[in-house]
T-cell receptor
C-alpha cells in the first residue's frame, strides 16, 4: 500500500483565498483524522471521521474551516477565507477498525505545509 | 483538558550513548500512550504503543515504559546512532475519546 497520501505537499496562498487540502487514506481504513501542527501549539486534532461520517469536529477552529469525506477513499479540508494564522502543517491520518479497541495505531501522511501571506 | 509535556525539548548526544526521553501527562485516565518519530518534512511514524494495562513495550533498541499513577512515560534508546536523529513525540489517548493528545516533542541529534 502507498500509505496515506496528501496533496498538495506545499501551498502558498494569499490571505482571503480558498484553500483545499486533500487526503487519500489507506484502503480499508475506517477512521480518518485531520491534525494541524504549529510550533506554538504542536499537533492538534481538528476533526475525525468514522465510516465517512464526521464524529467529532470540536477541534475545528472556526467556521472558516470545513471538512468532508464523500467516500471511503477521499477527504478534503477546506479553509475559506484563509488567514495568515492558518499557516501550519496539516496532517491526515487513518486507521482500521481496530483503532476503536486501541489495538492499532494511526498511519500519518506526509503532511501539507500551508503558508498564507 | 489533557496536557502532555515532553522534557527535554532538545537533546544532543554522541553516537553510542544510551538516552532517555520523558513524557508526562496530567490526566491518568488514559486508554493508551504512543511514541512517534517525526523526521524533518515528513509525517509521523509510530514507534511503540502501550496500552493502559501495560507497563512497557520494546522494539529493538527502543523501550517505552508507562506509569499511569504518576502520569509518566519514558522512551529509552539504547546505543544511539546518527540515524536516530529526529523529533520524538509522545501522544496520549484518553478513555473518553479517540483523539490523541500530543506533546510538543523532543528534538534529538546524535552526532557521529
Amino acid at each position: 500500500d502507498a500509505g496515506v497520501i496528501q496533496s498538495p505537499r506545499h501551498e502558498v496562498t494569499e490571505m482571503g483565498q480558498e484553500v483545499t487540502l486533500r487526503c487519500k487514506p489507506i484502503s480499508g481504513h475506517d477512521y480518518l483524522f485531520w491534525y494541524r501542527q504549529t510550533m506554538m501549539r504542536g499537533l492538534e486534532l481538528l476533526i475525525y471521521f468514522n465510516n465517512n461520517v464526521p464524529i467529532d469536529d470540536s477541534g475545528m477552529p472556526e467556521d472558516r474551516f470545513s471538512a468532508k469525506m464523500p467516500n471511503a477513499s477521499f477527504s478534503t479540508l477546506k479553509i475559506q477565507p484563509s488567514e495568515p494564522r492558518d499557516s501550519a502543517v496539516y496532517f491526515c491520518a487513518s486507521s482500521d477498525d481496530r483503532f476503536s479497541s486501541g489495538a492499532n495505531v494511526l498511519t500519518f501522511g506526509a503532511g501539507s505545509r500551508l503558508t498564507v501571506l | 483538558k489533557q496536557e502532555v509535556t515532553q522534557i527535554p525539548a532538545a537533546l544532543s548526544v554522541p553516537e553510542g550513548e544510551n538516552l532517555v526521553l520523558n513524557c508526562s501527562f496530567t490526566d491518568s485516565a488514559i486508554y493508551n500512550l504512543q511514541w512517534f518519530r517525526q523526521d524533518p518534512g515528513k509525517g509521523l511514524t509510530s514507534l511503540l504503543l502501550i496500552q493502559s494495562s501495560q507497563r512497557e513495550q520494546t522494539s529493538g533498541r527502543l523501550n517505552a515504559s508507562l506509569d499511569k499513577s504518576s502520569g509518566r512515560s519514558t522512551l529509552y534508546i539504547a546505543a544511539s546512532q546518527p540515524g536516530d536523529s529526529a523529533t520524538y513525540l509522545c501522544a496520549v489517548r484518553l478513555d473518553s475519546g479517540y483523539a490523541l493528545n500530543f506533546g510538543k516533542g523532543t528534538s534529538l541529534l546524535v552526532t557521529p
